[in-house]
Structures are given as structure tokens and as C-alpha cells.
């Protein structure tokens, strides 16, 4: 019953299939409520000139033409009438997965407690929409954790937390949010709040007004939570629940609005952005979503920015935010959303085969609600077209575009594109995408990645020694890492310089003031890179960006 499993399930239904929809829930409110979401807002692009909201369909029924605010609770009940409207929809709720039965590629049956019974359920198609993907864990789906495609273990996107208070003056507020000298007044004294918790950062805190004067607070993440781990888990969940209460006690002596305000309650659970990545036909990977890839099996568009917050401790600053670049416009192909091991399984949410990175912009709500749909379309036309997802991957395009046809019918908003990345031009942006790749440079909402600044040497190695540990572990030492850290200082990079970092970190010799001469003699660096390094001069961040991925190659390459 997450949002994206109830699109999927609604999809199907409405095309003809009889659908089952198991959850261990009590009612269709999944993370939304447990987690107290209250707001959500579609993607939108302009293709073509023309602004294009990409989230329609499903997601229009469930949160309207535009998102915004909602009522999570009114939310659970809006869905369960819909559910119960539905003529081809059972629902199975309180129920848990056992086992799953597989015969070659094909998944024939799982097997599920329901009413203190253990029932065994046959179909055509499966889609698992649970947020950890339990029934592909029944399947032997491989899958990775968190950060592990980087090689970074016990790393996760930080986890949200979202409360309510009571006895809010919602006029008051609305008439702040008005002014904006007034909301600026607002964020410079939320400033100083004192947090209780290291670990928690509080910014861009939201307040979403909710029915009898209650909203919920939206905006305290909890980094450095290894979700993998319960007792970690339990721990945050209880120091984020104190920091809630510490704040609610700020706001009611900081802001008129909350004079009268009292903690109302948390979530039960905190809303986990990333846990595992299942391996897909495809995986999706940040140079897709960068270079606005426009995939010829596409089941779903997608905007929004790729984002390595996770990357950032919470000590640094509550305003700072590290997003790796912004697409106009990408695809998801349906690939992606198809487990490699099975033809008839389908896979929904933010656990489908996207690269860690890519995940913080194609697992989005959003986004995976309308994949969820057109996971949901995608059963219906195999049913009628007698084939499994997996065989419709490899269709010709004579039947794939009828597919995307079926797609668009059903209210998917589907069109063909033709977006260049700003930067593809730029010598430097191979480079680039493969220190993006692994979260090391950020060019922001505005895609700048400062190609024409001067570097500091810490820029030079900091870069190499992230690099390596990330994507040739093995190249990496610490009489490397003794050999360069000396340069780290916040010195100008010059041109001999960035020679001597370069000569050390691949352990060859030089004699002092030699340098260039002597990286010159080697041939290893390509003339026109060396060209760009004059010795007495100050090196830019672009010819920064190739040297590393340079170095690093040679490094492999030994």
C-alpha cells in the first residue's frame, strides 16, 4: 500500500486485471502516514517551450493537479474508498510474506499469512512495491546497501522525521508567509535555535497547516543513521523525537503563531529515503539523469535534482546543501524496474535499479508513483499481449511505441525530447561526470561547476585521495595518501605545483624545481593538458577535474 504499489494496483484494475493487493498494514496509509507526509509536488519541464507537469494520472487523482498540502489522514481515507470502489481490487491488509515459488525466470506463486492462515497466490504478474522488497528478497534478487556502489559502507541518505502540534494560529502564519521581510525575521530566528542533537539538521523547515488548527513540521533530517542497523535505528528515532519536542518549545515562546501550541505526536516510524538497490536489466546512473537521457524504452519522465546531502555532515551548516547538478528533463527506461534474474516481476519505489546517487532523484515520491502506474499498465498490455515485461523490453519498436501508446492513454505523460546537459560542450565535462558519478564535485541547481576558478592544491588532493578511495580502493595506501597530504593547504595551485602532486602520487622522482620538465619526459600527461599548466601560474578548477580522473586511470593501469 505505498503510494506507488496503490497507482500500480488501481492501473492494472481499471485496464481489466483482477488484483491483489497484500500489505502488512492495517490500512492503505503505508509512509504517509507512518511518516506524516503531508506535502508532495509534481516534476515539471519545459519541452519544447512549453511548461509540462510530469506526475499526472494517478498522481493527479491522489494529490491534485499541483500537489501542495494535504491532510496525511484524510489522505488514508480517501484512499481506502477508492481501494474499496474498485471492482477488480482485493485487499489483503495485516498480512506478511512467507515464501515465494520460482520456476526458471518465472515467479509462480508467494506464499502469504493472512488471517491466520497461510495462503499460496498464483498470477501472471507480480509487482513488489513494499518499501524494503521483501518479495524480491524471497526471490534472491541481488542487491546492494546504501552508498555500497561507491564503496562507501554504512552510508545512507538522512532520514526525515515529521511531527505535529496543535493549537497553531494558522491565520497568523499565513498572514507571515505573506511578507516577506516578515518570513525572512521567521528563518533568522529559527537560526537560533539550539539543537539538541548533533547529528540533526533543521532547515527549510516546513509547517504544513492540518484540520483544527494542528500542522505538521516538516524538515528535521537525521544523518550518519545506518538504517541497516534496528538499534541505531531506535536510538535516532528517540533523539529526533526529543529534538521535536525541544523545538516545539522554541517556536511556543519564539513565534506568536505557537504561543498557545502544544506537541501533539511523531510518526512511528521516520521516512527512510534509502535503504537497498535491487539490480534491474539497466541501472539508471547519474550521467543519465545529468545528460537528460531520453531513452527509447522510457515508461516515466522525471526533473529533479541529483542530491549527495548524505555526503555532508549535519555540523557544517544548516543552510548548505550539495546537489551534484539539476536535469531539465530525463527518462527511466523499464528496464530499470525489471529484476535481472525474473521475466514477471516488476519492481516500484525508490529501491528499483537506479545507482545510489540517481536514486536521490528518480526514487522520489513522485516519481514513483507514476512508475507505479505504469508498472500497473505495463501488467495489463503483457496480459493482453501475451508476454512477461522482460520480453517486452527487447519488443521491436514497432510494438514498444503501441506500448508507450497504452501508456499514454492511461494518463502518462510521455513525449519526446531533445535536452543537451550545458556543460557537454566543455573539455573538461568527461571528467567531470566521473568525479559527479561518485558525489566529489557539485554544480548545484544551476549546474555550475566553477570550471574557470582558481584551485587551491587541498582542491587538487582531496580530489585524488576521494577518487581513489571510492573508485580504485585497491590503488589506494597510506604512503600514498603521506606522499601528497603535505599539499594540502590553502595555497594557490600553480602550475609546477600540481606537476609535483602529480609525480607523487604516482611515486616517481624529481628533482626540485623539475617538475613539469620531468612529468614533461614521461609522457604521461597528453600535451595539451600541459599546455594549460604554467609552472609560475594558477591552475584552474577544470584542468583540476581532468588531472584527477587522468591520474587515478594511470593508477589503475599499473
Not at 414 to 425: A, H, I, Q, R, S
Not at 432 to 441: A, F, I, P, S
Request: charged share 20%; net charge negative; aromatic share 10%.
Amino acid at each position: 500500500t505505498e503510494p506507488e504499489g496503490i497507482a500500480a494496483a488501481l492501473a492494472a484494475a481499471r485496464i481489466g486485471l483482477r488484483t491483489l493487493i497484500v500489505t502488512q498494514d492495517g490500512d492503505p496509509g503505508s509512509y504517509i502516514k507512518s511518516a506524516i507526509i503531508a506535502y508532495t509536488s509534481p516534476d515539471y519541464a519545459f519541452i519544447n517551450g512549453k511548461k509540462t507537469n510530469l506526475n499526472t494520472g494517478i498522481y493527479t487523482e491522489l494529490f491534485g493537479d499541483t500537489g501542495g498540502n494535504f491532510s496525511y489522514l484524510d489522505y488514508v481515507a480517501s484512499v481506502e474508498q477508492i481501494l474499496k470502489e474498485e471492482p477488480n481490487i482485493t485487499v489483503w491488509y495485516n498480512a506478511s510474506f512467507l515464501a515465494a515459488r520460482t520456476e526458471g525466470s518465472i515467479v509462480k506463486s508467494v506464499s502469504v499469512n493472512h488471517g491466520g492462515q497461510t495462503k499460496e497466490i498464483e498470477a501472471q504478474y507480480f509487482i513488489d512495491a513494499t518499501e524494503n522488497g521483501d518479495v524480491l528478497v524471497l526471490c534472491g534478487v541481488p542487491y546492494f546497501l546504501g552508498s555500497e556502489d561507491l564503496n562507501i559502507s554504512n552510508s545512507y541518505t538522512p532520514v526525515m522525521f515529521n511531527f505535529v502540534i496543535s493549537n497553531v494560529s494558522w491565520d497568523e502564519l499565513q498572514n507571515i508567509s505573506k511578507l516577506s521581510q516578515s518570513r525572512d525575521d521567521f528563518s533568522t530566528v529559527l537560526r537560533q535555535y539550539p539543537k539538541y542533537i548533533s547529528k540533526t539538521k533543521i532547515s527549510n523547515l516546513s509547517i504544513i497547516g492540518q484540520p483544527d488548527n494542528d500542522v505538521v513540521i516538516s524538515g528535521i533530517r537525521m544523518h550518519q543513521v545506518n538504517v541497516d542497523s534496528r538499534e541505531m535505528l531506535r536510538e535516532a528515532f528517540d533523539d529526533a523525537m526529543t529534538e521535536a519536542k525541544m523545538l516545539t518549545a522554541f517556536l511556543k515562546t519564539a513565534f506568536v503563531p505557537f504561543e498557545n501550541c502544544e506537541f501533539k505526536t511523531g510518526p512511528s516510524g521516520f521516512y527512510i529515503p534509502e535503504y537497498r538497490h535491487f539490480e534491474g536489466r539497466y541501472t539508471l546512473t547519474v550521467e543519465d539523469i545529468l545528460e537528460n537521457r531520453n531513452f527509447p524504452t522510457k515508461i516515466v519522465m522525471a526533473s529533479g535534482p541529483v542530491d549527495a546531502e548524505k555526503f555532508i555532515s549535519a555540523e557544517i551548516s544548516e543552510d548548505y546543501t550539495y546537489i551534484l547538478g539539476n536535469p531539465e528533463v530525463y527518462s527511466i527506461p523499464l528496464e530499470c524496474f525489471i529484476p535481472k534474474k525474473y521475466d514477471n516481476l516488476m519492481m516500484a519505489g525508490k529501491k528499483a535499479s537506479f545507482s545510489s546517487l540517481a536514486s536521490t532523484s528518480a526514487g522520489r515520491m513522485t516519481v514513483s508513483i507514476t512508475a507505479g502506474q505504469a508498472l500497473g499498465v505495463t501488467a495489463a498490455y503483457c496480459s493482453l499481449n501475451n508476454m512477461t515485461p522482460a520480453e517486452l523490453c527487447s519488443a521491436d519498436n514497432k510494438v514498444f511505441e503501441d506500448y508507450q501508446k497504452f501508456l499514454r492513454r492511461s494518463g502518462i505523460t510521455l513525449t519526446e525530447f531533445d535536452v543537451k546537459n550545458p556543460n557537454e560542450g566543455h573539455w573538461a565535462w568527461p571528467a567531470v561526470k566521473e568525479l559527479v558519478k561518485y558525489g566529489l564535485v557539485a554544480g548545484g541547481m544551476d549546474n555550475d561547476y566553477l570550471f574557470d576558478v582558481e584551485a587551491y592544491q587541498e582542491n587538487l588532493v582531496t580530489l585524488i585521495l576521494n577518487l581513489l578511495v571510492k573508485a580504485a580502493p585497491e590503488e589506494y595506501s597510506l604512503k600514498l595518501d603521506n606522499r601528497i597530504r603535505p599539499y594540502s593547504a590553502e595555497d594557490l595551485l600553480t602550475g609546477d605545483k600540481a606537476c609535483e602532486i602529480v609525480l607523487k602520487t604516482l611515486d616517481i622522482p624529481f628533482e626540485p624545481g623539475n617538475a613539469y620538465l620531468t612529468l614533461k619526459e614521461k609522457n604521461l600527461i597528453p600535451d595539451e593538458i600541459l599546455q594549460k599548466l604554467n609552472p609560475d601560474s594558477g591552475v584552474t578548477m577544470d584542468c583540476v577535474y581532468v588531472l584527477v580522473k587522468l591520474i587515478v586511470d594511470l593508477l589503475k593501469a599499473q
